[in-house]
């Protein structure tokens, strides 16, 4: 089994980051696709078959909580797993995103806790 | 309060480069700040219970590995200027997004802008005091300044919780 995923960063350094993580994690990955903003996101959403999303909050154009909202409104992507790593340091914030269903990792975060939190949500098994 | 934003700022900015860029750094208190001229330079605003800049400084000559430690690449090949301006945004974006609530507590909600990076004769153009500073040695010959600039007084708030993560 492998996992398609899209990962919605606006810093390539981050989104590679966190592929790395992915890989050195052990987590199956089919096809990977990467977007900069939310916009981009729902479009390769709507272009490719994805079974994780991972997206940053703070972004130009759409930010990631708008992004969440916009796969909440679509039935086609609603059941979608959503991980939300990001700087945001509000537990306000954090609550809001988590009460949407999404997973959060604050950054900065060790490779360990992305493999652990995956493997817990995609039921592949294997962590911590 | 001051003495404790330093101290915070010190111990983020000491974490986020250790944790990011699998780089030490050491506090250099007594150095004169890096001249802006010589470093690539971001920054980042910010607004919510107080407004203000947070500005990141770094050694030219230490980008490079900083990136290429951050994207996982090996030491032979070579980073783009695009790649190092991104990853000195992502540090200062982390090292913010740490900060903030680390002063003013997990409660308080803050606008976060999108980082960029400026020109070394930008840097006087900032709206703000000087808050706090963090001086660092990063690598054999490297620096790292990051600057607080805050707008006005920052209210009352709650001591600052110095052991959270």
């Known amino acids: 089994m492998s996992i398609n995923v899209l990962i919605v960063d606006d810093s390539g350094v981050m989104r590679a980051m966190i592929l790395k993580s992915m890989r050195m994690g052990g987590i199956p990955l089919g096809e990977i696709h990467q977007a900069g903003n939310g916009e981009e996101g729902l479009a390769a959403l709507k272009e490719h078959k994805v079974d994780l999303v991972i997206v940053d909050i703070n972004m130009p154009v759409m930010n990631g909580e708008e992004m969440i909202d916009h796969m909440h409104d679509d039935p086609e992507f609603q059941k979608i797993p959503i991980v939300v790593i990001s700087t945001e340091g509000s537990e306000v914030r954090q609550n809001r995103l988590m009460e949407k269903g999404a997973v959060f990792i604050q950054k900065p975060f060790p490779p360990k806790k992305i493999r652990d939190t995956l493997k817990g949500i995609l039921d592949i098994g294997g962590g911590k | ?165």
Request: hydrophobic fraction near 45%.
């Open chain 2, 1 to 165: 309060m001051i003495q404790a934003i330093n101290d915070i700022l010190y111990r983020i900015a000491e974490e986020v480069l250790e944790k990011i860029a699998f780089i030490f750094s050491f506090p250099e208190k007594d150095r004169v700040p890096i001249p802006f001229e010589s470093a690539v330079v971001a920054s980042v605003s910010f607004s919510g219970l107080f407004d203000g800049v947070l500005l990141m400084a770094v050694s030219q000559q230490v980008l490079p590995e900083l990136t290429g430690n951050m994207l996982g690449i090996d030491m032979d090949e070579e980073t783009s200027m695009e790649e190092q301006h991104d990853a000195l945004k992502e540090l200062i974006n982390v090292i913010c997004g740490n900060l903030l609530p680390a002063i003013a507590g997990k409660q308080m909600i803050f606008n976060v802008e999108t980082p960029q990076v400026i020109e070394a004769s930008s840097v006087s153009d900032l709206e703000g005091e000087l808050a706090a500073i963090a001086k660092l040695s990063i690598e054999d010959s490297g620096h790292c300044d990051i600057l607080f600039y805050v707008k006005g007084e920052i209210p009352e708030i709650p001591p600052p919780d110095m052991g959270e993560e």
